[in-house]
Nanobody, 114 residues
Framework: QVQLVESGGGLVQTGGSLRLSCATS????????MAWYRQAPGKQRELVAR??????TNYGDSVKGRFTISRDDKNTVNLQMNNLKPEDTAVYHC?????????WGQGTQVTVSS
């Protein structure tokens, strides 16, 4: 079993920055991808950013140029969020494909005030 622990959410003003982290633990043989999704009230969960095992990245259209995803050698995935906007307000969930299974974190709240 793989556990995910997210941190770094909070309240920030428009134009501010936050950094989210998702640490993994447990027995991990392989990780195919690590990603962040978000879900705002009344909306569907959407992909924010993903990084693959070979370092490829892709981003949701609404965050391109503002957010950066990265992964370190301890299997932690980070999301640097700059120039935050009120529409970025959501619960952000870490998502990891490890050992050929999908895992989700419990989520961390990001609130951007106008």
């Amino acid at each position: 079993q793989v556990q995910l622990v997210e941190s770094g959410g909070g309240l920030v003003q428009t134009g501010g920055s936050l950094r989210l982290s998702c640490a993994t633990s447990g027995i991990i043989f392989s990780i195919s991808s690590m990603a962040w999704y978000r879900q705002a009230p009344g909306k569907q969960r959407e992909l924010v950013a993903r990084v693959t095992s070979i370092g490829g990245t892709n981003y949701g259209d609404s965050v391109k140029g503002r957010f950066t995803i990265s992964r370190d050698d301890k299997n932690t995935v980070n999301l640097q969020m700059n120039n935050l906007k009120p529409e970025d307000t959501a619960v952000y969930h870490c998502n990891v494909y490890a050992n050929f299974r999908e895992y989700w974190g419990q989520g961390t709240q990001v609130t951007v005030s106008s």
